[in-house]
């Protein structure tokens, strides 16, 4: 289902504490130091909200943690309090106003279930450093994160060194869910996924919600098995590179891009590229196969729609080639500088490309001319087009 223009002024997550929930978009705000004429405001037309059930009176409220006479305008740290009630409870319902947390964050456990309210927010405090996690899965399993609204520091950072402040981090994660999430100006990613020593992420699902306005990467995609992403909006990331919706990139030979589904996301305004996969760091001795399917998605507005960099021609006799496909099934652009980056780079050790189904539209009206030119340039690098 997609919002109704009267719907989106105010960009909320709606939570029916005793029955339901659903996603609801609210409208961005500028914080000083945002150049505003990079910034566009995502159309209602595109968001998608996701329903699920929930029993509520099973869940402890957090609000039974906090110290007498607490604020709620996120002006006092409560991190240790909140994440003394984590500890403790499986089950926890977000206070309904905004929390200040810490640079230590949040650090989930095993089979827990958090429901954010209609005004949670997670904020973390303004600081200096280079890396940071709002919300910390790591090393855990069987975690559900309803409706999860966060925001960083990119306005009111205080240093300028650094690109790894996440909102949220998955590394080692398994079995993890998160439904609905917002989440806005991070000095980094808004959700980074990865491993924890050699522990890959498994099993990972995001479904419906609105990532925005975040510094380097909406989300980065390091190492996972089983990935299924759908009905998200990706928008707006800026300020350093690789400033891509969404970028898969791996960081060493020894990481895993393995039965990855993307269904119906749309890249929105980000800076350079909408949908990258860069493997060049995943060469090595070790073969690598991966798996990865972008279905139903589109991109508006950014530099590049779609980025797969090649590789060199040829490497040492020990270098494998990575082995298996990545697909784009009936992908849209729209308004992009370039629908592909093209680059100098062959593709021989990278595993089979297929675009099938694609459309390049400017102005309203789809570009047959370039789609034919685009196809000629894919067909001579190798790719499978259909």
């Not at 690109?163 to 869910?177: L, R």
Request: charged share 25%.
């Amino acid at each position: 289902m997609v919002f109704e223009k009267s719907h989106l002024k105010d960009i909320l997550i709606r939570s029916l504490l005793l029955f339901s929930f659903v996603f609801v978009s609210f409208s961005s705000d500028f914080c000083f130091g945002q150049n505003k004429s990079s910034y566009r405001t995502v159309p209602d037309s595109l968001f998608v909200f996701v329903n699920k059930n929930i029993r509520t009176p099973e869940f402890t409220k957090v609000e039974k943690y906090l110290p007498p006479n607490y604020v709620t305008n996120a002006s006092v740290d409560y991190t240790a309090y909140i994440q003394k009630a984590i500890d403790e409870n499986k089950r926890l319902i977000m206070p309904d106003f905004p929390i200040l947390i810490n640079t230590k964050g949040l650090k989930l456990r095993n089979d827990q279930d958090i429901l954010f309210q209609n005004n949670s927010l997670l904020k973390i405090e303004p600081n200096n450093l280079t890396h940071y996690n709002i919300i910390d899965i790591r090393d855990v399993q069987n975690v559900t994160l309803y409706n999860p609204k966060l925001e960083g520091d990119k306005y009111t950072h205080k240093g300028n060194k650094g690109e790894w402040g996440m909102g949220i981090n998955i590394s080692g994660g398994i079995d993890i869910t998160i439904i609905n999430p917002i989440i806005k100006k991070c000095w980094g990613d808004g959700i980074y996924i990865g491993k924890s020593g050699s522990r890959v992420s498994k099993n990972i699902t995001i479904s419906g919600g609105w990532i925005d306005d975040n510094r380097r990467n909406g989300i980065s995609v390091i190492s996972v098995e089983s990935l299924s992403i759908t009905n998200l909006v990706i928008s707006n990331t800026f300020g350093t590179l690789p400033m891509a919706g969404i970028d898969f990139e791996p960081n060493k030979n020894s990481e895993e891009l393995k039965d990855i589904h993307l269904d119906k996301v749309t890249s929105y305004n980000n800076e350079k590229t909408g949908f990258l996969i860069y493997l060049g760091s995943m060469l090595g001795k070790e073969s690598k196969n991966i798996n990865l399917s972008i279905n139903n998605s589109r991109d508006y507005y950014s530099k590049y729609a779609i980025s797969v960099p090649g590789l060199k021609k040829a490497y040492d006799s020990s270098i494998k080639r990575i082995q298996g496909n990545v697909q784009f099934n009936n992908f849209r652009g729209f308004d992009n500088t370039e629908f592909f980056a093209k680059g100098t780079g062959e593709y021989i050790y990278t595993p089979n490309i297929e675009l099938n189904n694609i459309a390049i539209n400017k102005k309203k009206t789809r570009n047959l001319k370039l789609e034919s030119d685009y196809n000629k340039w894919f067909k001579n690098k190798g790719f499978s087009i259909k």
